[in-house]
């Protein structure tokens, strides 16, 4: 055993990589196809084109790139498929795009480990638990002895075949989440002392009978201690790292909920009453971790009360990056009644009204009806008479801190403004992580009074350190709680606060 670590010290380690990543609601009304793979977000990626387009960025591919430079070990690229979170994803695609993962792996020589980028609330049609299902395949082709380590997201919806199939999985501890390349380093530092120092871990998980309200921000209290907590765990003796998964709410499948995972160096029992220590705690606190969500109109005279601006709401409920199709109009209506001024919404996803912008030109005013012509279940349209301030392809860069240095696109977009309620309208669905995009419009959300956000969390980190006060409000939308009010029918037991079968 000595004799191989040497070994394994005097060679260039190769490290497999590849990425397959999707949020899936089984309730939107958003159908996933090819084009969401492979025109939307950052595209669909194979070979060096994949370290070539993410080295530097903060993502999971990038900071794998990063960790093993600085380990001195070779990152061999396969795919990178990431959509933007939608409808599961038909199974004849999921069977391609695994395959072509698959097979640039399995041409790999001389394998000495392998990263996955996975999401970890993937559902293909047909398979509940597909990171479970591309962990297995990447275990059958590679084989007992090569260690295969995967990072997910915070809002995973952990399996036991998931646990079962890695040697360690590494999750996301900011929410929002910035963290991406800082846990990929830490995959490749864990993947250093396996092959180097001989490292043998040992992966528990426990499931928590809890669906995670909107009590997720890792900076601020109570969800911060419980991250505490964890570090407090990591530094034991033994053990190797562990993870929070809050779970995604918005899959009807049987694992859906929250979890604990911890990996030991070979000790599954300590690993095992370690996760089921944080779990107690959690579940301790099932309370703690639910808010309730005013409607905006609802909001308003709190915010106003206090004072404080820039005021921003938060539509949790029309959040793209939860799967939502990105055009109620719920917020924009209590806008507009309110009568506000220097008022603004990020973004309504509305590719027909951005046509009409486009006919009618910068400067023209133009009547037109704005937002949920996806489905009823979005509201209606608002009828608005407008100026056209801002025409655009869409085109920007990501400034930070997340997807920072990456270049994309809202596609065809129009700014506009109907007395003091500033819209930017967008065809392609994205949540404002950040005023990149905005700028580009000659829209600047610092310079408004109220900002109505579609998101639950990821704007904090481009809009936190600006914003007055935020109310995170729930709105009509295809995920809003009358909406799947008695619709989980496959969950197969009772979670907590009502998730009762």
Known sequence: RIGELVKRRLKTMR????????????????????PSYRNQRFGYRTGQDVLDFFRGANTAVGGFLAGCEAHGFELIPTIFANAQPSGPTPRAIFDEILDDMLTLMGQISDIDGVFLD?????????????EGHILKAVRELVGTNIPILAQLDIHANMSPQMVEMADVIIGHETYPEIDQEERAKECADVMRRILQEGLKPTLALTQIPLVWGMNQVTADPPMRQAIEYLHEIESRPGVICGSIAIGYPLADIPHMGASVYIATDNDPVIAQS???????????????????????????????????????????????GGGSPGDSTGMLKAFLDAGLQDACILYIV???????????????????TVGAKSTPLQGKPVPMKAQVVTLSDGGF??????????????G???????????????????????IAFSLTMDLDPRQMR????????????GFEHFAGNIYVVSEPAVHSAATLEGQFKNLGRKLYPEYDL
């Open 350 to 368: 509305d590719p027909e009204a951005v046509a009409l912008c486009q006919e009618a030109g910068i400067g023209a005013e133009l009547e037109l």
């Open 274 to 320: 370690l996760a089921d220590e944080l779990a107690a705690y959690i579940w301790d606190r099932r309370t703690d971790w639910q808010l309730h969500l005013p409607s905006t109109t609802e909001a308003l005279p709190t915010g106003e009360a206090a004072g404080q601006y820039p005021i921003i709401f938060a539509d949790r409920d029309d959040n793209t």
């Open 118 to 130: 996975l999401h970890g609330a993937m559902v293909a049609e047909g398979i509940d638990d597909a």
């Open 397 to 410: 860069t990501y400034e930070g801190p997340r997807n920072r240095g990456l270049k994309s696109t809202m």
């Open 15 to 34: 490290i497999a990589t590849g990425s397959i990543a999707h949020e899936s609601s089984t309730f939107t009304t958003v159908e996933t196809n090819w």
């Open 450 to 461: 109220y900002i109505g956000i579609k998101s639950s969390a990821h704007f904090r980190a």
């Open 412 to 434: 065809p977009s129009a700014y506009i403004v109907q007395d003091g309620v500033h819209v930017l309208l967008v065809s392609r669905r994205e949540q404002p992580f950040g």
